[in-house]
């Protein structure tokens, strides 16, 4: 779900890290000191599953964890997801430094939007809430590398094996390990560390109703 260096135009490029800039500074606004482990345990979680490849024919995929991520940090998730990848990019090559706003951009927003679906649903069960919320999140994802392609260059939608098209089939798999790992892990967090999720805080909320 990278897009290396050199894929994508000067001007695509230099938006997305415009607009990153901000999502960021959204993100960091009115963070408190106990939010700062919870980021770093998350970004290091991120920068792992990198690791972890899924050959697909002449590429691999790669579990990402935007959906968890959201889940777990809901507004922090950005800062979490560009200090993973920095890391991966210095580190081992993956993705890019001058693509460092556009793949903020396209994990993190998802990360923001699954984080918000799972808050928004708190009255239905965690399993089912956190497989959507790993679902959104990767499809999200897919979807903003696929508008990002499309808006640098005409060459990458043509012909049915055009990059696009293998973004697309790609990460099919993807959508549904995502899903299971983050409804899964949710629904763990749900019954040993609830405050992980805001639950503790949602059932105050529902015994002053």
Avoid: C
């Amino acid at each position: 779900m990278h897009i290396a260096d050199g894929v994508l135009g000067t001007p695509v490029v230099a938006a997305a890290a415009v607009v990153a800039a901000g999502t960021l500074v959204y993100a960091a606004r009115g963070m408190k000191s106990e939010d700062v482990p919870r980021v770093g345990l998350l970004a290091a979680a991120f920068f792992v599953s990198s690791l972890f490849r899924i050959p697909m024919g002449i590429t691999s995929v790669h579990p990402v964890l935007i959906g968890l991520t959201g889940v777990m940090l809901g507004r922090r998730a950005p800062l979490a997801i560009f200090l993973g990848l920095l890391l991966q990019a210095m580190l081992f090559g993956h993705g890019g430094l001058t693509t460092l706003g556009v793949n903020t951009l396209i994990m993190g927003l998802p990360a923001l939007f699954a984080g918000w679906a799972f808050a928004a649903t708190r009255r239905y069960p965690v399993l089912p809430r956190g497989f959507m919320a790993g679902v959104v999140g990767v499809i999200g994802g897919t979807l903003l590398v696929v508008a990002f392609l499309s808006l640098s260059s005409e060459m990458y939608s043509q012909g049915p094996f055009s990059l696009i098209n293998l973004v697309l089939l790609t990460h099919l798999p993807i959508v549904i390990i995502e899903g299971f790992l983050t409804g899964f892990a949710a629904r763990l967090l749900y019954r040993t560390r609830p405050e992980v999720l805001g639950i503790e805080e949602q059932r105050r909320e529902n015994r002053a109703e």
